[in-house]
């Protein structure tokens, strides 16, 4: 426990200012953190959703290479996949009480997750998970197997029916879908969690700021898809992951290219970046499990140009102005639909033309949680837009704005994306958010924050 605490205060404490590169541990380290953080989890919190959702009994299971997203959580972090195949018991005996952890497999899973599967004494495995079964005798058994989200579907055709073929007639009543168990599962952050997301998302600002730099980009050579692969380059060579590859995109003042009504279905072409090019990246780490989701703007100056024409932050004030309005509307207990209808009444008072497509971001960057707007849908979202907004929850405040800027006699689109924290009461960004377009090339990397 005390050199986890060492590494973290590595982490969290080695950076005062993005003048230089964020901490990252090394594999080993990165290991210990993530199997520290998920026996908290097991232990500190899983407890609390059980008893929240009536679930006594939670059956997790896949087979080698085709993993159910709800066990990739599970896992250690030396584990890259199930062992042919891994069936993970959670039983709470009465609520509120310690979960107890069971592994029906050839191998301990993890800490928490002891073997509890003897293949000599009994060869059959679906046999041995109905001993278990019988002996705690669950008042409702929850399965990954759920309508609105596929975070929470992980059981195959297959295995679901094995189950309900082996499992005693006097339980199959009470099989029910795990859905709102494995969706809080994914979306609760923890304490310990919590206080690293910050440098998370430090170290996604550091290496999208350098990208948009003249480190990296020499205007009239340069194109987007060379700095897409600066930023997949350097991912790599900071030991970090990417749940997506980067997209970076170009707003001229020509006013007869019309990029702000491009569809987000097709993906912009290569272009070479010039003076008085407004550049747009969209951009995503992975670091101890955890997700980035983040969109920023930074403006090439031309001959003459000192800073970022005031025309230009201007229109990023309104895309600002719209994300207020959105995380203002979080309210503990509103569905995804009732926020984004209340956000969509004031931006429409207010005169602002926008789109809000907020998406929850934990384990996985299009994480399970209450979906706020769909880019092609702003309307209500059946389903997962109907969920609950709860404390403890981050999400990827996704949105634009789309801004007429007369000096280029168009449509120019705001388009913003920060990761952020809901406590209960209020949203906070992870490590602030974007106030003004980083120009190209600029006296700090790191201007804007």
């Known amino acids: 426990?005390?050199?986890?605490?060492?590494?973290?205060?590595?982490?969290?404490?080695?950076?005062?200012?993005?003048?230089?590169?964020?901490?990252?541990?090394?594999?080993?380290?990165?290991?210990?953190?993530?199997?520290?953080?998920?026996?908290?989890?097991?232990?500190?919190?899983?407890?609390?959703?059980?008893?929240?959702?009536?679930?006594?009994?939670?059956?997790?299971?896949?087979?080698?290479y085709n993993e159910?997203?709800?066990?990739?959580?599970?896992?250690?972090?030396?584990?890259?996949?199930?062992?042919?195949?891994?069936?993970?018991?959670?039983?709470?005996?009465?609520?509120?009480?310690?979960?107890?952890?069971?592994?029906?497999?050839?191998?301990?899973?993890?800490?928490?997750?002891?073997?509890?599967?003897?293949?000599?004494?009994?060869?059959?495995?679906?046999?041995?998970?109905?001993?278990?079964?019988?002996?705690?005798?669950?008042?409702?058994?929850?399965?990954?197997?759920?309508?609105?989200?596929?975070?929470?579907?992980?059981?195959?055709?297959?295995?679901?029916?094995?189950?309900?073929?082996?499992?005693?007639?006097?339980?199959?009543?009470?099989?029910?879908?795990?859905?709102?168990?494995?969706?809080?599962w994914l979306e609760t952050r923890t304490p310990a969690e919590m206080a690293t997301y910050k440098h998370i998302q430090e170290l996604a600002h550091y290496i999208i700021a350098e990208g948009l730099s003249n480190r990296v980009?020499?205007?009239?050579?340069?194109?987007?898809?060379?700095?897409?692969?600066?930023?997949?380059?350097?991912?790599?060579?900071m030991k970090l992951d990417t749940w997506f590859h980067p997209t970076v995109d170009i707003q001229r003042p020509d006013p007869a290219s019309d990029e702000a009504s491009r569809s987000f279905a097709v993906r912009p072409s290569e272009q070479v970046i010039m003076p008085g090019d407004l550049l747009h990246i969209d951009f995503g780490i992975t670091y101890l499990r955890l997700n980035t989701d983040t969109q920023e703007l930074a403006y090439v100056l031309k001959a003459g140009e000192t800073e970022v024409p005031k025309y230009l932050q201007d229109a990023l004030a309104v895309g600002n102005r719209l994300q207020d309005i959105l995380t203002s509307n979080y309210v503990a207990g509103r569905t995804g639909n009732e926020i984004l209808r209340?956000?969509?009444?004031?931006?429409?008072?207010?005169?602002?033309?926008?789109?809000?497509?907020?998406?929850?971001?934990?384990?996985?960057?299009?994480?399970?949680?209450?979906?706020?707007?769909?880019?092609?849908?702003?309307?209500?979202?059946?389903?997962?837009?109907?969920?609950?907004?709860h404390a403890n929850t981050g999400y990827a405040i996704e949105l634009n704005a789309v801004v007429f800027v007369k000096e280029w006699n168009k449509d120019v689109r705001v388009m913003l994306e920060e990761g952020a924290f809901f406590d209960g009461k209020k949203v906070t960004y992870y490590n602030g958010r974007q106030k003004s377009i980083l120009a190209i090339p600029r006296v700090s990397d790191y201007l804007g924050y």
């Not at 996949?81 to 891994?86: G, K, V």
């Not at 979960?99 to 046999?127: H, M």
């Not at 980009?217 to 600066?230: A, Q, R």
Request: hydrophobic share 40%.
């Open 1 to 64: 426990m005390k050199r986890l605490l060492v590494l973290f205060l590595g982490v969290l404490t080695s950076v005062s200012s993005f003048s230089q590169q964020p901490a990252v541990l090394s594999q080993r380290a990165q290991a210990e953190v993530v199997d520290s953080w998920l026996e908290d989890r097991i232990q500190n919190l899983l407890p609390s959703l059980m008893t929240e959702t009536g679930i006594d009994m939670w059956i997790v299971m896949s087979r080698e």
């Open 68 to 184: 159910d997203p709800v066990i990739r959580t599970l896992l250690p972090a030396t584990w890259h996949a199930a062992r042919r195949r891994t069936i993970l018991v959670m039983y709470q005996p009465t609520p509120t009480a310690k979960v107890e952890t069971y592994a029906v497999a050839r191998y301990d899973v993890g800490k928490s997750f002891k073997k509890a599967w003897d293949p000599e004494a009994q060869p059959d495995q679906w046999k041995a998970l109905m001993e278990i079964i019988s002996a705690k005798n669950p008042k409702k058994i929850g399965l990954n197997f759920a309508k609105d989200y596929g975070h929470a579907d992980g059981l195959t055709h297959f295995d679901h029916e094995e189950f309900l073929k082996n499992l005693p007639l006097e339980y199959k009543a009470k099989v029910t879908s795990a859905q709102t168990l494995a969706v809080r």
């Open 217 to 237: 980009i020499t205007p009239g050579v340069t194109t987007t898809e060379d700095v897409v692969w600066f930023y997949r380059e350097k991912i790599v060579e």
């Open 342 to 389: 209340e956000a969509r009444k004031v931006m429409q008072t207010e005169g602002i033309r926008g789109t809000i497509y907020t998406h929850p971001l934990g384990y996985y960057g299009h994480s399970a949680g209450p979906t706020i707007g769909m880019w092609d849908n702003q309307g209500d979202t059946p389903g997962a837009g109907d969920f609950p907004l």
